[in-house]
């Protein structure tokens, strides 16, 4: 078990460029989250799938934020024209049974995203 | 933020003495979960409780539902146990459940 995978592990754009997050969540778990870590704000939720489905995007800022989860084993969290603001580390997180019974949370290592 | 409270903010501990650390909710919550990440900024989950305790190792996590807290009781610290201990409530929502997290306690074992 890899556990939850998150690639590339760091990630630097230019102010205005796009950044493309990835997550690959542990076999077999149905809810993918995304976090952001910050040292002002700690860590604040963003929005989770479950079964693929968007269930929750209340913590994604509503312009240039979007993320999608096409099939079982892959998620991906994607900003637009990048601002230095969105400079972070963006966590990823998968649970089994999130909702029903078994809801312990497992984190991927994170993306540090750096916008010059 | 204000709705998972954790105390202390930052916790020094001289290597084999015991401590606790502690958040409060002021949301309904039904799971609690405690997480510890480490220097290089790995997120290991150490426990996940609805009402009650359990322990693993030198670590005793509590909830107490009725209350609205829940303590992590550290035995026999390590140089090992050093990062920041996170504690995150799942907050039921008209949209779905998600984790509300603490702020941290950053804590410091010396030899």
């Known amino acids: 078990n890899a556990g939850v995978i998150q690639t590339p592990r760091h990630k630097v754009t230019g102010k205005g460029q796009e950044a493309t997050l990835w997550c690959e969540p542990i076999s077999g778990h149905s809810a993918v989250f995304w976090y952001r870590q910050t040292i002002v704000q700690g860590l604040e939720f963003l929005t989770y799938?479950?079964?693929?489905?968007?269930?929750?995007d209340s913590g994604m800022p509503k312009e240039r934020f979007s993320a999608q989860m096409p099939n079982q084993s892959h998620s991906t969290l994607k900003i637009q024209s990048t601002q230095p603001q969105d400079s972070a580390v963006y966590l990823c997180?998968?649970?089994?049974?999130?909702?029903?019974?078994?809801?312990?949370?497992?984190f991927g290592h994170g993306t540090k995203l750096s916008v010059l | 933020g204000d709705q998972v409270k954790q105390s202390p903010s930052a916790l020094s501990l001289q290597e084999g003495t015991n401590s606790a650390l502690r958040c409060n909710f002021s949301i309904a919550t039904t799971t609690v979960q405690w997480f510890l990440q480490n220097p290089r900024g790995s997120l290991m989950n150490l426990f996940y409780l609805v009402p009650g305790t359990k322990e693993n190792g030198r670590l005793k996590s509590t909830f107490n539902s009725k209350e609205s807290y829940s303590t992590l009781h550290i035995r026999d610290a390590q140089l090992e146990d050093s990062g920041t201990y996170f504690c995150a409530a799942e907050a039921r929502g008209s949209s779905g459940n998600k984790l509300i997290f603490g702020i941290g306690t950053l804590l410091s074992v010396k030899p």
């Open positions: 799938f479950r079964n693929q489905a968007p269930i929750d």
């Open positions: 997180a998968s649970s089994l049974d999130w909702g029903i019974s078994n809801e312990r949370l497992f």
